[in-house]
């Protein structure tokens, strides 16, 4: 591989490390970028589904190019913003949402050596970031001149901050087996197959881990943030067009970038579980994707999915998905 860009280094010269970190950024958001889509699509079908209904169809073979048709529109939306805000600090929230969530990736390794910025403090360089998200929740439910985004912006943050606690204190028990904070140093101390990954020893940590993670994301059932009493979505209700999908782009990431560290952390990230099956990315992308399914509630909407088609009225209520006390057991 260095071989091969050795000429185009000669090329650039001086500006060659800074051009190839810049590729390597790509490489990493666009496919995130992408997975985002595709996870809203799946979610949204998979509702649908429970609902007794199609779900998005129409565009494209099979629906899938709804994500882009999705954003299309959010671009050419008009950006309302609402009398009497702070305008500077309405627009800075979404960048203080979606910063930390793409920067925490810079340190996630996806195989032995494939990593942006092998840092040595890479854990604690995470915990930062994700910390530092609650920042964007606080300024927009507080920017946004609404009793219903403040409300919103306070719950959200208060579960944000109590979980993290819970969150930072179960990978400090990773900490102290592996004796490092380099994180592909943690995914290599769990190296010798099946049996020497943390998940055995640490699964109380695991589980508080995954629990907090779920709830640090919003994800049902910890979606107290979205304000059903009020019937809006909570601290971005002010938000319209592409600063709505910024923060909704940010949460994705953010569940994402929480399924991802629970793979490395107790699963042995890129490692394969059985010596005949090769380590690599491979072997760390179906965890993850795994992990993705469970924050977002997929299991526990199958569950309920049985209580839903039970009602007499599937099919015919236009509430089910909210007020219809059968159909809301399963939203």
Request: charged share 10%; with cysteine; aromatic share 14%.
């Amino acid at each position: 591989m260095d071989e091969l860009l050795l000429p185009v280094q000669r090329l650039l010269g001086a500006a060659w490390p800074t051009v190839w970190t810049l590729v390597k950024i790509f490489v990493i958001v666009i496919p995130l970028t992408l997975a985002v889509a595709y996870l809203t699509l799946a979610e949204r079908k998979i509702i649908g589904w429970m609902q007794v209904r199609i779900g998005p169809n129409r565009v494209g073979p099979l629906g899938l190019l709804q994500p882009f048709a999705d954003v299309f529109k959010l671009i050419f939306k008009e950006i309302v913003v609402p009398t009497g805000a702070s305008r500077t600090l309405f627009f800075v929230a979404p960048v203080m949402s979606i910063g930390p969530a793409l920067a925490a990736w810079a340190v996630i390794p996806f195989d032995d050596g494939l990593v942006l910025a092998n840092v040595n403090a890479g854990l604690l360089y995470i915990l930062a970031m994700t910390s530092t998200g609650v920042y964007g929740v606080i300024l927009a439910g507080w920017a946004s001149n609404s009793k219903y985004a403040f409300l919103g912006c306070l719950r959200s943050a208060a579960q944000i901050v109590s979980y993290e606690i819970a969150m930072g204190f179960a990978l400090v028990g990773v900490l102290m087996a592996a004796s490092s904070l380099n994180i592909s140093d943690i995914v290599r101390n769990q190296s010798g197959g099946l049996s020497h990954w943390y998940i055995w020893p640490l699964f109380p940590l695991f589980v508080v881990y995954l629990v907090s993670g779920i709830a640090e994301t919003n994800r049902h059932p910890f979606d107290v943030a979205e304000g059903e009493s009020e019937i809006v979505a909570g601290f971005h209700v002010e938000y319209s067009g592409v600063t709505f999908a910024v923060f909704f782009l940010a949460e994705y990431m953010n569940m994402i970038l929480v399924s991802a560290l629970c793979s490395i952390m107790f699963l042995g990230g890129w490692l394969s579980p059985w010596p005949t099956i090769p380590d690599g990315f491979p072997g760390f992308s179906p965890r993850c994707a795994a992990f993705c399914s469970s924050f977002s509630g997929y299991g526990r909407r199958f569950r309920a999915t049985a209580t839903t088609r039970s009602c007499a009225w599937a099919g015919r209520c236009s509430f089910r998905s909210r007020w219809c006390g059968s159909c809301f057991s399963a939203r």
